[in-house]
């Protein structure tokens, strides 16, 4: 989603139409700011980016690129905002950013279930323990739950993906924040919680943890 917001006064001798990507991005992300000079119009000498937030103000002077564009970046944001632009005497609307929480895993809890042969019944792991050491051909099966409503999760091996089954968990509000599925055990790999939220925001620098497979000697 692109959004375009521009002014131009009567007296203004500059005319830009600025843009970002989104008005809506995940804390800790960058958001490039392009600011670009109508045809026609004077190209200034000097763009300024101008936000203003909960912490205060700021100004940026923004790199003409080669193509002649304006380009700033406003990194790892952490809080809504309000930016625009100046030259001269042109002064852009205003975009108000929405910084959006990513999700995180709250809580998730791995059950062991051994092959038949064994005779073994399922072993239930401490809570948030992901590293996973058992017979090869025993199921992995998780439960566990998301600090916001998500769309999709998925444990991300190296060499396979897993999608996870995405479940309210009964609240009020009837969130979508469980997520549950199971694997097979058969080689050695590691593996990720990643997520995706209803605001397609991902998940941030998930944790990886390893699997490792066990040869019955019995």
């Known amino acids: 989603i692109t959004a375009h917001e ?6 203004s001798a500059y005319e830009l139409e600025v843009s970002v990507p989104s008005t809506r991005i995940g804390q800790g992300e960058d958001l490039p700011v392009t600011a670009v000079s109508k045809e026609g119009t004077r190209r200034p000498s000097r763009v300024i980016l101008h936000t203003r937030g909960s912490g205060g103000g700021g100004e940026f002077s923004m790199s003409m690129q080669s193509d002649g564009s304006y380009q700033g970046v406003l990194e790892h944001l952490k809080a809504d905002l309000t930016l625009w632009v100046t030259a001269g005497d042109f002064r852009s609307q205003e975009f108000a950013i929405r910084v959006l ?3 995180v895993v709250r809580t998730f809890q791995f059950t062991l279930i ?8 399922p072993e239930v792991l401490t809570p948030n323990s992901g590293h996973l050491r058992a017979l090869r051909g025993s199921r992995a099966r998780i439960e566990g739950t998301a600090s916001k409503p998500l769309r999709s999760a998925t444990l991300q091996f190296a060499k396979k993906a897993v999608p996870l089954t995405v479940g309210a968990t009964g609240d009020e509000r009837g969130e979508e924040t469980r997520f549950s599925g199971e694997f097979l055990i058969e080689e050695a790999d ?7 939220d209803a605001e397609q925001l ?3 620098h998930p944790v990886s943890y390893q699997v490792t497979p066990i040869k019955d000697l019995d």
């Open 6 to 11: 521009q002014v131009q006064d009567e007296d």
């Open 101 to 103: 929480e990513k999700p």
């Open 190 to 196: 590691n593996y990720v919680i990643a997520m995706e």
């Open 202 to 204: 991902k998940a941030n």
């Open 114 to 121: 051994p092959p038949e042969y064994t005779g073994k019944g």
